[in-house]
């Protein structure tokens, strides 16, 4: 099953960016953003690459594993160093 939507949400908010924020920091409409979040559309490969790379998450991980019931403490053991 794929996560990302609401995994981008849960890492966005973990590091304490708005939705805006993150956009600008990927150089995206705040509204592209938020459709990756509502999982209305998704993040080409090179986007989906840069948005693991400011959460600090890996591919598979921000793909596969579903965070949204984790802490914040079980989320930054996951986070890539």
């Known amino acids: 099953m794929n996560h990302l939507s609401t995994n981008l949400k849960k890492m966005r908010m973990h590091h304490g960016m708005t939705q805006a924020e ?4 990927l150089g995206v409409l705040r509204s592209r953003y ?3 979040e509502g999982g209305m559309s998704e ?3 090179d986007m989906l690459l840069a948005c693991c ?3 600090k998450m890996s591919v598979g991980t921000m793909l596969t594993k579903d965070l949204a019931p984790l802490t914040k403490d079980d989320i930054n053991r996951l986070l890539k160093p």
């Open 22 to 25: 993150a956009a600008e920091r």
């Open 34 to 36: 938020a459709g990756w």
């Open 43 to 45: 993040p080409n490969l």
């Open 53 to 55: 790379t400011l959460v």
